[in-house]
T-cell receptor, first 112, second 110 residues
Framework: KAGVTQTPRYLIKTRGQQVTLSCSPI?????VSWYQQTPGQGLQFLFE???????NKGNFPGRFSGRQFSNSRSEMNVSTLELGDSALYLC???????????FGQGTRLTVV | GQSLEQPSEVTAVEGAIVQINCTYQ??????LSWYQQHDGGAPTFLSY????GLEETGRFSSFLSRSDSYGYLLLQELQMKDSASYFC???????????FGTGTQLKVEL
């Protein structure tokens, strides 16, 4: 079966712009989580959604937001981009909880 | 808050056994997971421990001691393809939140 699909794979944006990233989970998976990965900070949890509800949120500013649709697909949005937002954004899906999460290949965001 | 500590780098020879330790401080502990990530790749799930003891999956084993807030990943019969970063992650938030350690880069040499 198909894995977790993230689009786009690469993105270049200008400071101050906003960006929307998309994640399609594995079929049947209802939990979707988002992570930011940078060389300096490692893998940091952004938020997690289950059945269109945010269940957990990490310590990121309000510029970072997300949502989940009824088909479990998820999007995350970053507004007013800053240079420090340049990172690999990873999405992970799981059946119900995150005891076993399956990651997508990520979206590499570069802010210039 | 939550914190996890694991060594930044480990080097071992092909065919050897290596142990990557992870100590953590957290509230609402649910379990400990391990993930492997090759350069340029996505993290892939290796194991999950909710209870004390050893879980074995092929060449990989993972151990958890909840009372010591400690776990480790044991890799046996090392192969070159095992060269990657290995992350421990505590599961909290009722099983819904993963907090990752900073990762251990494993280099397997001939």
């Amino acid at each position: 079966k198909a894995g977790v699909t993230q689009t786009p794979r690469y993105l270049i944006k200008t400071r101050g712009q906003q960006v929307t990233l998309s994640c399609s989970p594995i079929s049947g998976h209802r939990s979707v989580s988002w992570y930011q990965q940078t060389p300096g900070q490692g893998l940091q949890f952004l938020f997690e959604y289950f059945s269109e509800t945010q269940r957990n949120k990490g310590n990121f500013p309000g510029r970072f937001s997300g949502r989940q649709f009824s088909n479990s697909r998820s999007e995350m949005n970053v507004s007013t981009l800053e240079l420090g937002d340049s990172a690999l954004y990873l999405c992970a899906s799981s059946l119900v909880d995150n005891t076993e999460a399956f990651f997508g290949q990520g979206t590499r965001l570069t802010v210039v | 808050g939550q914190s996890l500590e694991q060594p930044s780098e480990v080097t071992a020879v092909e065919g050897a056994i290596v142990q990557i330790n992870c100590t953590y401080q957290t509230s609402g502990f649910y379990g400990l997971s391990w993930y492997q990530q090759h350069d340029g790749g996505a993290p892939t799930f290796l194991s999950y421990n909710a209870l004390d003891g050893l879980e074995e999956t092929g060449r990989f084993s993972s151990f958890l001691s909840r009372s010591d807030s400690y776990g480790y990943l044991l890799l046996q019969e090392l192969q070159m393809k095992d060269s990657a970063s290995y992350f421990c992650a505590v599961v909290t938030g009722g099983g819904n939140k993963l907090t990752f350690g900073t990762g251990t880069q494993l280099k397997v040499e001939l």
